[in-house]
């Protein structure tokens, strides 16, 4: 099945094997440092950061900071960690996350009454058609109200809006209206919707599986990769509306090479853990109705409120996305799954804004792994792997041989293990490795879609096992 379109933005991702992200440790140096201001300029001095460990030091900052901490973001232009802090009377924790290595910017709100001011939006203002999110950057909600809130409804929400106080939001109008981004069509299909896939995982059990959106799943259990085909994949678990909008779907076929990573058509993008979203962050959306897009976190703990329903916790970005993209990967160039496309407004023609469950989010629900997370990090990882004994679905990442001959698998860890692809570094595959967490395949051409494995002749797949091209 052909379902690619050219994007009319293209995401720029460097040429050649992706480096992972080191699981940095950012530590609070001089976390004692004099209030006086003594401490040397070198130590007080932003550091400059990835947009990956950024995201680490603002979670250790606001358990630092308390109730003075008012939102962080990523400035991709100096790849600072910008802080918003509350001033008092103690500033001992501002020398603290200056010492730490973040810019420290004076804000009149802090996190905790952002996020009450969204509790009152939700409490007064719950209507289809409008989203809010907490915009460190303004350091106020963003408040949004599609084309369908006009009338009473404009004025309840315009006048919840004004009683949060001056300098708490902004309300703005857009064009479009919002709706989870699911049609007939390609791509992973049950009954007569289309949707994508996000990122393979392994479930609780070991067993492959893949993440997408819980609103999918409401077009029914049982997935295929093509269109009237025969089922794959079936729903374990499903999320939505709700505290999240996210589902995870275990393949049928427990032997399914399910890699870690992204298939972006041009090339691989190997997907090495889960991560927080930070605003500011550059981040890239694969989809099976626009393909690579990319474009840039503006908000978080957004709340949208669709027609099916009110959503939680999700990420506002302005990456483009239509029908069909719903469920798919929104990742980073240095191989960090960040969300799940859930719905928005517009399309990739006008822009509009979007919205994607946080991954972290739902492998917590879900009890799955991904990557390196726990169960294998999937494509042939293992450097001593063996022929896995146990390694059934394997992580396999090799071209044409479950891991293959170039996966590092040692002992020929795929050409008679099936699907076992040594994911483990020294467990054979795995005892764990299971589909090794990576995100899965299903793409466009690709037989076994969704679990067709990374390899391009992996048996399951034809000719372009796209991995995660088919999100949403």
């Excluded at 103690?90 to 001011?117: F, P």
């Excluded at 404009?154 to 708490?168: A, F, H, I, N, P």
């Excluded at 996966?407 to 054979?428: I, K």
């Amino acid at each position: 099945m052909s379902h690619k379109r050219i994007p009319k933005r293209k995401a720029a991702i460097a040429v050649g094997g992706v480096v992972a992200l080191g699981a940095a440790a950012i530590l609070l140096p001089n976390a004692n440092a004099s209030q006086d201001g003594s401490s040397d300029d070198a130590a007080a001095a932003p550091k400059t950061l990835k947009a990956g460990d950024a995201s680490d030091l603002a979670s250790q900052l606001s358990g630092l900071l308390g109730e003075a901490f008012g939102g962080s973001y990523y400035d991709g232009d100096s790849q600072q960690l910008v802080v918003n802090v509350v001033p008092g009377d103690n500033n001992n924790v501002i020398v603290q996350a200056k010492a730490a290595g973040a810019k420290v910017r004076e804000v009149d709100n802090s996190w905790s009454e952002l996020q009450s001011g969204s509790q009152t939006l939700k409490s007064d203002a719950t209507i289809a058609g409008t989203s809010w999110s907490i915009d460190p950057r303004t350091n106020k909600l963003r408040v949004t109200a599609d084309s369908t809130v006009t009338g009473a409804k404009w004025d309840r929400l315009e006048s919840t809006v004004k009683s949060l106080g001056t300098g708490m939001a902004t309300l703005t109008k857009s064009a479009g209206t919002f709706k989870p981004f699911v049609s007939g069509g390609d791509a992973i299909f049950a009954g007569g919707s289309r949707c994508s896939l996000g990122f393979n995982v392994t479930a609780g059990d070991g067993s492959p599986a893949f993440l997408t959106a819980g609103h999918c799943t409401l077009g029914g259990n049982e997935w295929s990769d093509a269109e009237g085909g025969q089922p794959i994949a079936t729903v374990d678990q499903s999320t939505f509306p709700g505290d999240g909008d996210f589902a995870l779907v275990k393949y049928d076929d427990p032997a399914t090479e399910a890699p870690s990573e992204v298939n972006t058509g041009d090339q691989t993008v190997q997907i090495t853990e889960a991560a927080e979203a930070t605003v500011g962050q550059e981040v890239i959306r694969m989809g099976s109705t626009t393909g690579l897009n990319d474009g840039q976190v503006l908000g978080l703990d957004a709340t949208v409120n669709y027609p099916e329903g009110t959503v939680t916790g999700l990420i506002q970005t302005d990456v483009c996305a239509e029908p069909g993209d719903s469920g798919g990967s929104l990742f980073t160039q240095d191989g960090l799954a960040i969300g799940l496309t859930s719905g928005g407004s517009g399309d990739c023609t006008a822009g509009g804004e979007t919205f994607f469950q946080p991954v972290t989010t739902a492998l917590e629900a879900v009890g799955a792994t991904l990557g390196a997370g726990g169960a294998g990090a999937g494509a042939g990882a293992g450097e001593e792997a063996g022929a896995g004994e146990e390694a059934g679905a394997g992580a396999g990442a090799g071209e044409e041989a479950g891991a293959g001959e170039e996966a590092g698998a040692g002992a020929g860890a795929g050409e008679e293990a099936g699907a076992g692809a040594g994911a483990g570094e020294e467990a054979g595959a795995g005892e764990e490795a299971g589909a090794g967490a990576g995100e899965q395949a299903g793409g466009e051409e690709a037989g076994a879609g969704a679990g067709a494995g990374a390899g391009q002749d992996a048996g399951q797949g034809v000719e372009d096992n796209s991995g995660l091209t088919e999100s949403r």
